[in-house]
């Protein structure tokens, strides 16, 4: 056939370049050998069946360019009834509902968010309607009153879906049509009366469930109000976020979100192991304050709820047993203390998966290789409200964009041999200083612990000096973890990135790195050394170092900004401008926060109230930090993807951090023997003993299930293999979807681009063929309609050649339609297709074989009896009709039947025109 | 709610609380930011739905928007004439959609509407230069804008038509996690 001839049709990477395409589009070939017309709607076809197959929800999506098809396909051949047909099918609403539906199909939802989906579209039909009535519809001579019926036809539909829906499903689906509030409001009037109206045969339930919500609402009004004045610093972050735009307000979110975190679990400890522990009379505080406490946690405080030791073992019956009231339930503070402690945890894990799952999906799903210029482009910050702030924001964009410019400009250089193994030592060189201070400092730690816990009389802690030496172990960890970031930052001056991204997670990586290590040696530490050297009540004196770490860290933050930012700032201004005003480091100060939180949950088995020191700490941390960002910082010059950079903080939040803590707390649950002289689990061998024996000391009737539970899952070690087995598998499930979607992303992408240009090339004929019919019209019609008639017979009789089948009767398209498709479809695909890929496309097209050779008969053909009177001159003369090459298959594309049907329908107008005279 | 209830009707209220995404106070907080701009103009009464528009050097003048370069193509792709006259309605659906709780798509059709600024329908290029301009006050040279634009077209346009319909901006939207947060004006 013809691909033999034309190398431009051999050739594939020919078929993706837009130029030539277009070139060839309108210049060198005929228009019944366009191939991307004649598949079309195969690739239509094959994609809704593939849709039927694997998404029940695609079947709503009707094909506006199907519509089109099909009603060619109702016309035996009449031309003007084709004329009419196009007409009718071809409103612009409808092609440009199809538009937004063939983007709406590669989604998956659930049938509910379909509907809305489908809501959303057809209105978007309506909403982009203004524009094309001024352009296409003029140009297509459609007549306004087409569009009004359609829009009147797509809104009284709406409306019936509306009515269908439930109270929350409506308001959901109302405030989300893209139309005004006018508009919105009268299509809400237009339900309620429907409904109103409609009332007895519209299910009572239904109605009751409806006014439920409106009841609930009104109810719920008050409560929300209550919860917006609730809603901390509202007016403080929207402050900041005017001042200094969405990256920076994301470390204040983080904060807050934190704050919640702790809020929680100080109001889960305190309610269910502080308050029964406040009702125990029998254990009771003697020491005195003195206030030095408040920073180390010494003397009074170890005697007081704040620390483990004070718990105890025994239930409580709430008031002195001499009391009436002591009829309460006995209240087992042993299993009080484990199952709050437990649970905290659960519950922590849950809510951290969860935010970290809908942040990663909202933030990384879909955010592929970005397009940088777009991004920047369109990247304004709508919070942003201050001149200032707005003028430093275009400064940093328009450098961005020059910087974006001079590496576009740049060719991409290439490094020599020398210069890799230069730069790779470079960054070995960093990472060796950088792991040598961490194991450095590390050390460092873990010798300074050791002189601590061997240098301290514990039993003689009433003096004033010691107390405050034990101080120094904190001081020092704050001092490495305010020092030795910096130095990390200075590293940036020997190593050298392509991309900054990348300096900035390396820096990440190695904050991370130190601050786990440190906390890892101090746990070390705590679980070996301090358990195995003797000391009286070993969780109270840890508790005691996790506390003054908290709070001397939270003293160190303050230092920090008055020393580094302050001081900097007024360096910066009046001794040395060149150094500047300080930037508001988000990452670190980020990773300072989740150092503190990792302190915080280790915590808080051995002080349970832990937390509360840090809601204060992070309350103040608020204020202090907005203010000295206030003051003395500017916002960070580089664009900063907040969105993503967030997601990673809460998975670093998760992994070392929550996981490490996570270790710890179940090493202590089950291997690390308690004290035996305080705290709730005082004389067991391990806390989880705690569970043993309460399952043993069951004996209430109802309630073997949970001594089954125990024996049977809990202690069961294959219980637990299949369950990882389980999850595993899920997560194997899950991996192979996602490849597939990939898959399937990745051929739809493809398939939008060459839609793009098929539209293009589309729209580029009829323009063509208008100007050409226009001139036509002028000329000698009988002799134009014998030319044409020629060139019909030239290519009947050329394309049965080409294809080695003889001309039948009326099927001629029949023949040939499906080899041509199967090799359109198979030119179309550029060279750097996958193996993968082309079998997608292959079982892609089995789907659209049968369909296609179905259809053909209906396809009105130039050679059909019904085309006798073609009309003249619908080829333009500048296609070289003549040309070998031209011919392939003698298919007849899409894009000439609209063509004919147009010219056809100009023709008719005319003689009624004429008629009219 | 004593005299609440004498700016707008509980009917109206609802009707809002279902058209937007706003609660009723909000609601009535609104009502007094519009009622803020023009005291003469805007009556205390709404229950009778009067037809009061406010003109766009007036809504622009609010702090919220004032220092935004795109603050005029806002209340012009708001404004159901199209001139910028805002009436409460709109005013209400401008903060609507830019507020924290409207879902991406919808914001994305606004976004689009915003940054078409010759409402052709298509962001096309002389958009992009406007845009570009705005962004950067003028700084960057003209054949860097020139630059910029076909940069920004070739990577989002998917159908290769030279220009980006709603489609390819609503994909490169999706693309760009911090969308939803930037798109967002807290009142």
Same mark, same amino acid.
């Given at each position: ?39 079309? #709607? ?58 937004? #539906? ?87 009037? #237009? ?473 710890? !707390? ?24 705690? !569970? ?29 293999? !299949? ?195 | ?8 009707? +509980? ?31 805007? /009556? ?24 935004? /370069? ?56 002389? +958009? ?60």
């Amino acid at each position: 056939m013809s691909r033999q001839t034309r190398d431009g049709v051999l050739n594939p990477a020919y078929h993706d370049s837009e130029t030539l395409q277009m070139g060839r589009g309108s210049a060198q070939r005929p228009p019944q050998q366009n191939p991307y017309g004649s598949t079309e #709607r195969t690739y239509d076809e094959g994609l809704q069946a593939s849709g039927r197959q694997d998404w029940d929800s695609a079947e709503h999506i009707p094909m506006a360019s199907l519509a089109g098809g099909q009603s060619w396909d109702q016309q035996p051949g009449g031309l003007s009834n084709a004329g009419y047909e196009w007409d009718s099918a071809s409103d612009p609403g409808g092609a440009r509902a199809g538009d937004f #539906r063939e983007q709406e199909r590669p989604r998956l939802r659930t049938k509910r968010s379909s509907i809305l989906r489908q809501l959303r579209m057809r209105n978007s039909s309506l909403f982009f309607r203004g524009a094309l009535s001024s352009s296409a519809l003029g140009w297509l001579r459609l007549t306004a009153e087409d569009t009004q019926d359609k829009t009147a036809q797509e809104e009284q539909q709406l409306i019936i879906e509306l009515v269908a829906m439930s109270f929350y499903d409506r308001v959901r689906a109302i405030r989300q049509l893209p139309v005004s509030l006018h508009e919105k409001k009268q299509i809400r009037k #237009r339900v309620l009366l429907e409904k109103t109206s409609k009332k007895g045969r519209i299910n009572w339930y239904m109605d009751c469930r409806d006014n439920f919500y409106l009841f609930h609402r009104r109810c719920s009004t008050f409560v929300t109000n209550a919860y917006h004045t609730l809603q901390l610093w509202q007016g403080g972050l929207k402050d900041i976020g005017g001042k200094f735009g969405s990256s920076i307000l994301s470390y204040f979110l983080f904060i807050k979100w934190l704050l919640m975190f702790s809020i929680f679990s100080f109001l889960v400890n305190f309610g269910f192991i502080t308050v029964p522990q406040l009702f125990d009379r029998d254990t009771v505080n003697n020491g005195t304050f003195k206030g030095l406490e408040l920073l180390t946690g010494e003397g009074y405080f170890t005697q007081s709820v704040l620390f483990y030791g004070f718990y105890t073992n025994k239930s409580v019956t709430g008031g002195s047993s001499s009391n009436s009231t002591g009829s309460l339930l006995p209240y087992d503070m042993q299993l009080a203390y484990f199952f709050t402690i437990s649970v905290y945890f659960v519950l922590c894990c849950l809510s951290l998966v969860y935010s970290a799952a809908s942040s990663f999906h909202k933030n990384f799903m879909s955010a592929s290789e970005l397009s940088r210029s777009g991004r920047l482009l369109f990247s304004w910050d709508f919070r942003v409200s201050n001149d200032k702030a707005v003028r430093s924001r275009q400064k940093n964009l328009s450098t961005q964009l020059k910087e974006l410019l001079s590496e576009h400009l740049q060719q991409k250089l290439c490094m020599t041999f020398d210069e890799r193994i230069k730069r790779f030592g470079r960054h070995l060189l960093a990472w060796f200083v950088s792991s040598g201070l961490a194991i450095g400092c590390s050390a460092a730690v873990y010798f300074l612990c050791l002189y601590n816990v061997n240098s301290s009389p514990w039993n003689n802690r009433s003096d004033l000096t010691k107390e405050a030496s034990t101080l120094l172990l904190p001081i020092v960890v704050s001092l490495i973890n305010l020092i030795v970031p910096l130095l990390y930052s200075l590293l940036r001056n020997i190593e050298f990135f392509t991309f900054p991204r990348h300096e900035l997670y390396t820096l990440i990586l190695r904050n991370v790195i130190l601050k786990m290590s440190i906390i890892g040696v101090l746990c070390y530490y705590w679980l070996d050394k301090v358990v195995n050297c003797g000391i009286p009540c070993w969780e109270t004196f840890v508790g005691g170092d996790i506390y003054r770490l908290v709070v001397i860290d939270f003293f160190f933050c303050l230092f920090a900004c008055f020393f580094g930012e302050f001081l900097h700032k007024v360096i910066g201004t009046r001794f040395f401008p060149r150094l500047g005003v300080p930037e508001f480091d988000i990452a670190r100060n980020v990773l300072d926060l989740i150092y503190a939180q990792t302190l915080a949950w280790i915590g808080i088995y051995f002080s349970p109230l832990l937390p509360l020191i840090q809601i204060i700490k992070l309350f103040l941390m608020f204020y202090v930090k907005k203010f000295s960002l206030m003051q003395n910082c500017h916002p960070p010059q580089r664009s900063w993807r907040a969105a993503q950079m967030m997601t990673i903080f809460i998975l670093i939040l998760f992994f070392p951090s929550y996981v490490g803590v996570l270790i710890t !707390i179940a090493v202590i649950f089950w291997r690390i023997t308690p004290s035996s002289s305080c705290g709730p689990f005082r004389g067991l061998n391990v806390p989880f003993d705690v !569970i043993a024996n309460w399952i043993d000391s069951i004996t209430l009737p109802g309630s073997q299930w949970v001594v089954w539970i125990y024996n049977n899952l809990i202690q069961s070690v294959l219980f637990f293999f !299949i369950l990882t087995l389980l999850v595993l598998i899920l997560i194997y499930v899950y991996y192979q979807i996602v490849v597939g979607r990939k898959k399937l992303i990745a051929i739809l992408r493809d398939h939008i681009a060459n839609e793009g240009k098929d539209k293009a090339f589309l729209l580029e004929k009829l323009k063509k063929l208008q100007s050409q019919s226009m001139s036509s019209l002028y000329q000698d019609p009988s002799l134009e309609a014998m030319g044409s008639k020629q060139d019909i017979q030239d290519r009947e009789v050329r394309g049965s050649n080409q294809n080695g089948t003889p001309f039948e009767g009326t099927f001629p398209v029949q023949l040939r339609r499906a080899p041509s498709l199967q090799e359109t479809s198979n030119r179309r695909q550029p060279t750097s297709f996958s193996g993968e890929r082309q079998s997608a496309r292959d079982a892609e097209r089995e789907y659209v074989l049968p369909n296609v050779l179905q259809e053909p008969q209906q396809q009105p053909w130039p050679g059909a009896p019904g085309f006798q009177q073609a009309p003249p001159n619908y080829i333009p003369p500048d296609y070289p009709v003549d040309d070998d090459s031209s011919m392939e298959g003698g298919t007849l594309p899409v894009s000439d039947a609209l063509a004919q049907a147009l010219w056809a329908r100009r023709q008719a107008e005319d003689e009624e025109e004429e008629g009219r005279y | 709610m004593g005299n609440k209830q004498t700016i707008f009707t +509980d009917e109206q209220l609802d009707a809002y609380q279902d058209c937007t995404f706003f609660t009723r106070k909000e609601i009535l907080r609104l009502h007094g930011r519009y009622h803020e701009l023009a005291p003469n103009l805007v /009556p205390m009464d709404y229950t009778n739905d009067p037809d009061v528009k406010l003109p766009l050097q007036l809504i622009i003048n609010m702090p919220e928007l004032k220092e935004n /370069p795109f603050k005029q193509r806002i209340v012009e792709a708001f404004s159901e004439d199209g001139q910028g006259n805002l009436s409460f309605n709109d005013f209400v659906d401008m903060f609507s959609v830019l507020s924290e709780m409207a879902p991406r798509e919808l914001k994305a059709i606004y976004a689009f509407k915003i940054y078409d600024f010759n409402t052709d329908n298509f962001i096309c290029k002389s +958009d992009l230069e406007q845009t570009l301009n705005k962004l950067t006050r003028d700084e960057l040279a003209a054949e860097e804008v020139n630059l910029v634009c076909e940069k920004a077209i070739e990577e989002a346009d998917l159908d290769g038509d030279g220009k980006l319909a709603f489609t390819d901006f609503e994909n490169m939207i999706s693309r760009a996690p911090d969308f939803l947060s930037t798109f967002h004006i807290r009142i």
